[in-house]
C-alpha cells in the first residue's frame, strides 16, 4: 500500500502530493464520511421492532458520556477535529422530539463521578431514551490497554438507572455503544428495559448525521447491517492470558 501511495517516489512523480488541499472537508468528502459511519454501525439487539424509529415523539432524552461529546467519537487514529464539521449525537438526534434534554452523567467518559440527579432530570417524561456510552481515547488507545471488558466507572449504574426511570415514564431505550474492542454488555443484553443495543464504534464527525439516518433509515446505505470485525466475549475469563501464545482453546 505504501508502494501504491507513491511514498518512496521521487515528489515530483507522486500525484498525490499535486493534490489542492482545498478539496479537504469538500462536500463529497463530508457525504462520504456520513456513509462510512453509516455502513459500520451494527444492530446487536432490536427486540419488538423498535428500529426504524416511526415519527417524532413528544420528548427525547439523550444522556451518558458521549451524548454530546466532540473528541472522544474519534478513534486514537482519527483526523483532526473540525467543530464546523462535527455533529454530536445530541446533534443529530435531538429532532427526533419535539423537544429534547441532554445529561452527560458523568465527568469524562472514564464516568469515575456519576451525578444521577442530571440523568433522572433529563429522562423525567420522556418518550424516547439514547443512553450513549463506550470508552473513547481517554479509555481505548495506543499504549493504554484495558484491564477488563466492563463499561467503565459508572457507566452500568447510569444505563441502569436510566433504564429505570424510562420504564417508570414508559419510555423507549436505545443503547449506543462507542468503543472499539469488545464490551461486556450482558446486563443491557438480557434486560427488558434495553430493547435496542447498536455497536457505533468511533463514527467521527458525521455521527450525528449517520445516527439520524441509520435510526430513522432515511435515505441510502441506511440500514445497520454491519458485523463485527472481531468476536466479542461474553466476559473476561473467556479470554485466555495474554501470555499463552500457544492459542490452545
Avoid at 470508552?135 to 467503565?152: F, I, K, W, Y
Avoid at 470485525?229 to 479470554?239: E, I, K, N
Wanted: hydrophobic fraction near 40%; proline fraction near 6%; charged fraction near 20%.
Amino acid at each position: 500500500t505504501r508502494m501504491r501511495l507513491g511514498e518512496f517516489d521521487p515528489e515530483d512523480m507522486n500525484p498525490y502530493n499535486k493534490i489542492d488541499m482545498s478539496e479537504v472537508q469538500s462536500l463529497a468528502h463530508r457525504e462520504l464520511a456520513v456513509r462510512a459511519a453509516m455502513e459500520s454501525f451494527v444492530l446487536l439487539k432490536n427486540r419488538f421492532g423498535m428500529l426504524p424509529l416511526k415519527g417524532v415523539v413528544d420528548k427525547v432524552a439523550i444522556v451518558g458520556p458521549f451524548a454530546n461529546n466532540t473528541d472522544q467519537i474519534f478513534g486514537d487514529y482519527g483526523s483532526q477535529v473540525v467543530p464546523e464539521y462535527t455533529k454530536t449525537v445530541y446533534d443529530g438526534l435531538k429532532s427526533l422530539g419535539h423537544t429534547a434534554s441532554m445529561a452527560s452523567g458523568c465527568d469524562d467518559t472514564k464516568c469515575e463521578h456519576y451525578n444521577w440527579e442530571d440523568v433522572e432530570k433529563a429522562v423525567r417524561d420522556a418518550n424516547l431514551v439514547i443512553v450513549c456510552l463506550g470508552t473513547g481515547q481517554a479509555v481505548e488507545s495506543e499504549s493504554n490497554d484495558r484491564a477488563s471488558l466492563d463499561l467503565p466507572g459508572k457507566q452500568l449504574q447510569l444505563l441502569q438507572d436510566a433504564a429505570f426511570w424510562a420504564e417508570f415514564h414508559r419510555a423507549h431505550v436505545i443503547l449506543l455503544l462507542f468503543n472499539a474492542g469488545p464490551l461486556d454488555i450482558t446486563w443491557a443484553k438480557l434486560s427488558e428495559r434495553v430493547p435496542t443495543i447498536m455497536e457505533c464504534f468511533f463514527p467521527a464527525q458525521s455521527t450525528g448525521e449517520a445516527l439520524y439516518n441509520v435510526l430513522t433509515m432515511t435515505g441510502n446505505h441506511s440500514v445497520p447491517a454491519g458485523r463485527l470485525p472481531a468476536t466479542w466475549p461474553a466476559f473476561l475469563d473467556q479470554v485466555p492470558p495474554i501470555t499463552d501464545y500457544t492459542m490452545e482453546g
